[in-house]
C-alpha cells in the first residue's frame, strides 16, 4: 500500500505523525511519500522539502512568496501524479493542500482524503461544496462535522480530537510544580493571552486589568502566564508592570518536552483560567480546569466576521457539549470588568463547567481508541 501524505504546520504534522503510526499499525507494508516534519519523519518519512516552507500566514507575508509556494503546489500535485499512490492525504493547510487535491484531480483518479474539516458550522459554509470537487472522503475532530460534509456530497468520519490522546499531569507531577513555583496551596489564576504577536498585544493590557481585579478581590490568588515561545519575550516585557507576583512560564531555553511537560502541570494545577479564544479551550477542558474565553480584533475584522458567524458561541467546549457553561467575551464584550466578575463567579462554583468538560472529553473520544487508530482505520475502509 503506497499513502502520499502532506502536512503545511506542526499541528498537522503531529496529526500526520499519529495517522502514520495508526496505518503502520494496522498495515505495516505501508509505504509512505511526502511532505511532512518532524513528527511524520520520526515514522519513516521523507520529506520531499522543508515543511517550514509552506508555513506562511497573512497577505503580507505570501505576496513575496506565492511564486515559491505555487511552485511548490505544482511540484507537489505532479509528484502524487507520478507515484500513483492508493491514497493522498492532506492534512490541514488548505490554501496548499485544497490547491494540490485540485491539481491531483484535475489530471488523474487517485483518491483524496483531507483531515480536519474547515469549520463550515461557524462561517464561509461555501467551502465544502469548493471541497468536494477535489476531495473524496474527510476525517473529521470534532463529533457534529460529518453531516456538514456529507451534505456536499463527501464521505467523512468523526476520528475523536488529538487531545483526548496526550498526557495530563499526575497527583505528583502537580505537587511537583506547585512546589518548584512556591505556590504552596495558593488558588492559581492562568493568564492565556494567545500565540501571536497581534493577539497577545491586543490582549495582554485587558488581561492585566483582569489580573489585578482578580488579586484585588482574592489577595491570595497567585497568576501564572504560560507563554507560547514565539511571544514569550513580548509577554516578559510587558508584565515588568504587572502587580502583584506574576509567574511567566518560559519555554525558550527549555527542551520540548520538558515545555510540554511544565504547561500540563500548569493547567493541571490551576484553579480558573482565563484564556483567548483557541483550541486551547479543549487542553483546559483536558486538564479539569474552569476557564472564562475572551478575545478582540481590530474594528474592521469585528465588522467583517460578526457578519460572517453563524454561531452564538466560538467556545469549542459550549459547542461540544451542547451548552453554554463557559462564559466568553468576544469584540466589543471583551472588557476587564465583566471578564473579572465571570472569572470569580467560575472560580467560586466550577460545578457546571466541570460537567460540561467531562461531557466534552467523553464526546471527543476520550477512553476510546486513539484518534491516529481511528483515522488509519476510517482511511482503510473506504479505499476502494
Avoid at 36 to 47: D, F, I, K, N, R
Avoid at 90 to 108: G, M, N, Q
Avoid at 273 to 288: I, K, P
Amino acid at each position: 500500500m503506497k499513502v502520499f501524505i502532506l502536512a503545511g504546520e506542526l499541528s498537522g504534522d503531529k496529526l500526520g505523525g499519529a495517522l502514520m503510526a495508526g496505518l503502520k499499525k494496522l498495515r505495516p507494508e505501508v509505504q509512505f511519500d511526502g511532505i511532512g516534519g518532524p513528527e511524520m519523519m520520526a515514522q519513516g518519512l521523507v520529506s520531499r522539502f522543508d515543511m517550514s516552507e509552506l508555513s506562511v500566514m497573512g497577505l503580507a507575508e505570501i505576496l513575496p512568496k506565492y511564486r515559491a509556494l505555487m511552485a511548490r503546489i505544482n511540484e507537489t500535485a505532479q509528484a502524487v501524479i507520478d507515484t500513483a499512490p492508493d491514497v493522498l492525504i492532506t492534512i490541514d493547510s488548505p490554501d496548499f493542500s485544497l490547491r494540490v487535491a485540485r491539481e491531483v484531480k484535475a489530471k488523474s483518479s487517485i483518491r483524496t482524503v483531507h483531515y480536519v474539516a474547515p469549520s463550515v458550522w461557524a462561517w464561509r459554509p461555501g467551502r465544502a461544496e469548493k471541497m468536494v470537487r477535489c476531495v473524496d472522503h474527510v476525517l473529521a475532530l470534532l463529533p457534529f462535522e460529518p453531516p456538514f460534509m456529507e451534505a456536499a456530497g463527501m464521505a467523512c468520519d468523526f476520528v475523536g480530537h488529538p487531545v483526548v490522546a496526550e498526557p495530563v499531569a499526575q497527583p505528583d507531577e502537580i505537587a511537583a510544580f506547585r512546589a518548584s513555583m512556591d505556590l504552596a496551596d495558593a488558588p492559581l489564576a492562568l493568564i492565556l493571552p494567545g500565540s501571536r504577536r497581534s493577539e497577545v498585544s491586543r490582549l495582554l493590557p485587558i488581561f492585566q486589568q483582569v489580573a489585578a481585579r482578580l488579586v484585588r478581590a482574592r489577595p491570595d490568588l497567585r497568576i501564572v502566564v504560560p507563554a507560547a515561545g514565539p511571544v514569550a519575550a513580548d509577554v516578559r516585557r510587558a508584565m515588568r508592570t504587572w502587580d502583584g507576583r506574576p509567574i511567566v512560564l518560559d519555554p525558550t531555553d527549555m527542551k520540548l518536552g520538558a515545555a510540554q511537560a511544565q504547561k500540563r502541570e500548569a493547567f493541571a494545577a490551576a484553579d480558573v483560567a482565563v484564556a483567548a479564544s483557541g483550541t486551547v479551550s479543549l487542553e483546559l477542558a483536558a486538564a479539569a480546569t474552569p476557564m472564562v474565553i475572551a478575545y478582540d480584533m481590530n474594528w474592521l475584522s469585528r465588522q467583517i466576521i460578526g457578519r460572517m458567524v453563524k454561531i452564538d458561541t466560538v467556545t469549542l467546549v459550549n459547542l461540544v457539549s451542547e451548552t453554554r457553561a463557559v462564559p466568553e467575551f468576544i469584540g466589543a464584550n471583551c472588557r476587564p470588568g465583566p471578564i473579572a466578575e465571570a472569572a470569580l463567579k467560575v472560580l467560586d462554583d466550577p460545578q457546571a463547567q466541570l460537567a460540561a468538560m467531562a461531557v466534552t472529553m467523553q464526546r471527543l473520544g476520550q477512553g476510546g481508541a486513539a484518534p491516529g487508530i481511528r483515522a488509519a482505520q476510517a482511511v482503510l475502509d473506504r479505499l476502494p
